[in-house]
């Protein structure tokens, strides 16, 4: 079945040490969005990817990355993750040719800072 | 940013249709409205949208208010597999793509 993999599902890294989380698709679509959702809070957009093309959220910490070496795959780099993002993070896709433009989600990356 | 307000928590028993409601006062005209659900562990899913005129697919109806400033997703007989938080969007074009603007979700139990 297509569709979109996080991995890993759980993430536990050390205050200020450097943290990737990875995604892949295999729907083929041309957006990739990089979703963070903190306890009890609704997803907040962090920044997506139009092809090659980046778009960050005004708002988006600088301390946020994100790479896009091909269709497939996604990373959001971390560089120095503090306890407050502590958090899931939500990759998601879509294609701007689909049906409803609708965002496939895939089951999220929580990372837990020590 | 658009803003869209649905109540907390809603409780609904088995078999039983459920009404979600859900204010957005200041949609423009050209916001779709998405709803999408989380359960338990899980990414949000697509559920249902529209823009003026209500909409049924096989998970939900969508009612849409006539002045489009509230919409209400249906789910005709709940099961206890539609317990998650249910969230109500307004897709928005914005600096050049489509961009979801989540509520804060409104978190459905469902009883035997």
């Known amino acids: 079945d297509a569709m979109v993999i996080q991995n890993p599902r759980y993430q536990v890294t050390q205050f200020g040490k450097p943290v990737t989380l990875s995604c892949s698709q295999t729907l083929n679509h041309n957006v990739m969005y990089w979703y963070q959702q903190k306890s009890s809070q609704a997803p907040k957009l962090l920044f997506h990817?139009?092809?090659?093309?980046?778009?960050n959220e005004a708002d988006t910490p600088d301390n946020f990355q994100s790479r896009r070496p091909n269709t497939s795959f996604c990373f959001l780099d971390i560089r120095s993750p503090g306890l407050g993002d502590a958090a899931m993070y939500l990759c998601?896709?879509?294609?701007?040719?689909?049906?409803?433009?609708?965002?496939?989600f895939g089951p999220g990356t929580r990372l837990t800072v020590t | 940013d658009a803003k869209t307000t649905q109540p907390n928590s809603m409780e609904s028993n088995e078999e039983e249709p459920v009404h979600l409601p859900c204010n957005h006062s200041?949609?423009?005209?050209?916001?779709?409205i998405h709803w999408y659900r989380q359960l338990p562990s899980q990414g949000p899913e697509y559920v249902i949208h529209g823009l003026t005129s209500n909409v049924n697919n096989r998970m939900a109806s969508l009612a849409i208010a006539e002045d489009r400033k509230s919409s209400t997703l249906i789910l005709h007989r709940a099961t206890l597999r539609d317990a998650a938080v249910y969230y109500c969007i307004l897709r928005r074009f914005s600096g050049g793509y489509n961009k979801l603007i989540f509520g804060a979700g409104t978190r459905l139990a469902v009883h035997p």
């Open positions: 200041t949609i423009s005209g050209t916001d779709y």
């Open positions: 998601a896709t879509s294609s701007p040719r689909g049906r409803a433009d609708e965002q496939y």
């Open positions: 990817y139009y092809d090659k093309d980046f778009n």
